[in-house]
């Protein structure tokens, strides 16, 4: 049987592995999944340790990961995969890895919106591009019947006000 003190250090170091998961610190993560800790092991928000190293832009850190067997597309609580956090960030590198390792293009991150949306919405335009040619659909219909091409437009004025905004 488990003891109570061994449940509050096995939580502890679930903790630290986050954490690691979090800031890179590959080195230190590795030889706990190399130890048996779960690879797909997701935090109270279900947030993997793919999700987390990928959406910091840990792109050693994933690979890492998803060598040793992650799910590329292992969802949150949110219902938002790797792929979709990584197109909304921006980080090209992260997102072909993901794709290598056989993360869903058209994956649906909720409402019909999918990681080209987030993409094209936040003006990441070198990860729309890889997504498009990694055979993303940019005229399937999404939230509120547009396309990601319609949902950029729209919000392109908006990004000019809030990159001029954080200028100054």
Known sequence: MTTEQELQR???????AFDCARTGETETLQPMIDAGLPVDLQDEKGNSFLMLASYNGWLETSRMLLER?????????????????????????????????????????????????????????????????????SDRKIKWGMTPARWSALTSPIRSVVRLFNSH
């Open 10 to 16: 096995f939580a502890e170091l679930q903790t630290i």
């Open 69 to 137: 067997g992650a799910e590329p597309d292992l969802r949150n609580k949110r219902n938002q995969t790797p792929l979709g956090g990584v197109a909304f960030k921006g980080d090209r590198e992260t997102a072909e890895l993901l794709l290598e390792f056989g993360a869903e293009v058209e994956a649906n991150q909720g409402g019909g919106q999918t990681p080209l949306l987030f993409a094209k919405l936040f003006g990441r335009t070198e990860v729309a591009t890889l997504l498009e040619k990694a055979g993303a659909d």
